[in-house]
């Protein structure tokens, strides 16, 4: 299998990469973190996979410059270390501080960058050389966030429910060529992100959510929720009526 990951140092793609580490698997893995970039190509070759390529990349598209970067040649980069492409993990994200991005529309710009607009922006340079290929699963994490913003979360809540859309509407054109589009939304997970967070019983493992990804993929899911009892609460979260809604502190 040949696999594609953006967003590859994160705690939940980590976990993904280790599962998939055995032998006939390649990787190419697409991150910022040097360092961390390195470690994991090395633990994945250890663990039994044929190769494992770093690709060093910020994915942000608005700079300080006005046009903002399109990621068709972090695309070819990325996938002449691959004869093929499998699967797709599109994994990168970061939590906004909300309170920052409700006084600093830059704030809330960054917010939408890292956890949208880069997304669209990576899947507007794949979904074309995938459907030409005609094969393979493309699979975002989004998060529950997105199934209805909240007073405490909304911007990254935002973010995260433009790519839910957007994928919605990719997944038809994938379809008709063959391509398989999966939308993962993790609810807590204790990771790096949310380290400033006091934990919980909902919060899970970053390797308890790779296990409902990979099983995702495995059965060829459209929307999988991670752990997979997110999806009854958030079927009552998105029932509370609006008048109810708007008094809830979280
Ligand atoms: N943790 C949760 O509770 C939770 C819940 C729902 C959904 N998610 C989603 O799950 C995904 C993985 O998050 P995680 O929990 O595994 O957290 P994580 O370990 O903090 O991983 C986030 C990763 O995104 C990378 N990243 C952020 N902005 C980037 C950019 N502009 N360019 C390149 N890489 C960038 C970070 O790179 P650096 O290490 O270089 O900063 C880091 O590797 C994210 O999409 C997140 O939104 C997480």
């Not at 890292?114 to 998060?143: C, E, F």
């Not at 059965?219 to 979260?237: D, F, G, N, S």
Request: charged residues 20%; glycine residues 8%; contains cysteine.
């Amino acid at each position: 299998m040949n696999i594609l990951i953006f967003g590859a140092t994160s705690a939940i793609a980590g976990a993904v990469a280790q599962r998939y580490a055995s032998a006939g698997n390649r990787f190419a893995l697409v991150a910022r973190n040097e360092a961390g970039l390195a470690a994991l190509c090395r633990r994945l070759t250890e663990a039994g996979a044929d190769s494992a390529e770093p690709v060093l990349a910020d994915l942000a598209v608005l700079g300080d410059s006005s046009k903002p970067a399109t990621h068709d040649e972090l695309i070819e980069q990325a996938i002449s270390h691959l004869p093929g492409i499998d699967l797709v993990l599109v994994c990168h994200g970061a939590l906004p501080d909300q309170e920052a991005c409700e006084t600093d529309f830059k704030a809330a710009l960054e917010a939408l960058d890292s956890n949208g607009l880069s997304t669209i922006a990576l899947l507007t340079a794949l979904a074309p050389r995938m459907m030409a290929q005609g094969h393979g699963t493309i699979a975002v994490i989004t998060s529950v966030a997105g199934d209805r913003g909240r007073r405490s979360n909304y911007v990254y809540g935002c973010a995260k429910a433009m790519v839910s859309a957007y994928l919605q509407g990719l997944r038809g054109k994938l379809h008709s060529a063959g391509v398989h589009l999966i939308d993962i939304r993790p609810g807590l997970v204790d990771s790096p992100m949310t380290a400033h967070l006091k934990k919980g019983p909902l919060f899970a493992a970053p390797d308890r959510v790779a296990a409902g990804i990979v099983h995702a993929v495995a059965r060829k899911r459209h929307t999988a929720y991670a752990p997979a009892w997110w999806r009854p609460i958030l079927w009552a979260v998105k029932l509370i009526p609006d008048s109810i809604f708007k008094r809830l502190k979280f």
